[in-house]
């Protein structure tokens, strides 16, 4: 049984979902767990990266609750397959990746933010979670042009 402050709701537990995976299979924390190769020097990024990783945790346990909240159950899925083709490569690689796919995620959460709209605290959150990816991507492609 919920507790007395939980909501079913269907949509917002399915859109939570597509944002708990986005967040906690991303290439950022595949990457910090297969460490691809890299020059010396490139302490920056990899502490960019594991700051990255580190939020992407944190939002994942907070989405995760939220879906409990609603009456769900939290479905991370697995990483995509199409990561364990990247392992040989550069950590200039996976940073490029990692920027590009960023982007990709703050527009589709701008999306899922919108269908959040009618439940301020997981529209709340959604917005949260762009406004950091956001930061994020910024550093990081300031340190891909030092690169």
């Known amino acids: 049984m919920l507790p007395k402050t939980s909501k079913r709701s269907p949509l917002v537990v399915s859109v939570l979902n597509r944002l708990l995976q986005t967040l906690s299979r991303s290439l950022a924390l595949y990457v910090e767990e297969v460490r691809p190769w890299s020059l010396a020097g490139h302490e920056a990024v990899w502490t960019a990266i594991g700051r990255l990783a580190a939020d992407g945790r944190m939002y994942s346990q907070r989405v995760a609750e939220?879906?409990?909240?609603?009456?769900?159950?939290?479905?991370?899925?697995p990483y995509p397959l199409?990561?364990?083709?990247?392992?040989d490569l550069s950590l200039e690689?996976?940073?490029?990746e990692i920027i590009d796919r960023l982007k990709r995620?703050?527009?589709?959460i701008s999306q899922w933010a919108s269908e959040l709209a009618r439940v301020p605290a997981a529209c709340?959150?959604?917005?949260?979670?762009y406004g950091n990816l956001r930061g994020h991507t910024e550093l990081l492609e300031r340190l891909a042009a030092e690169l």
């Open 66 to 77: 939220a879906i409990i909240e609603h009456g769900g159950q939290p479905n991370p899925g």
């Open 105 to 108: 995620d703050q527009k589709m």
């Open 93 to 96: 690689f996976f940073l490029r």
């Open 82 to 87: 199409e990561f364990a083709t990247l392992n």
């Open 124 to 129: 709340g959150l959604a917005e949260e979670i």
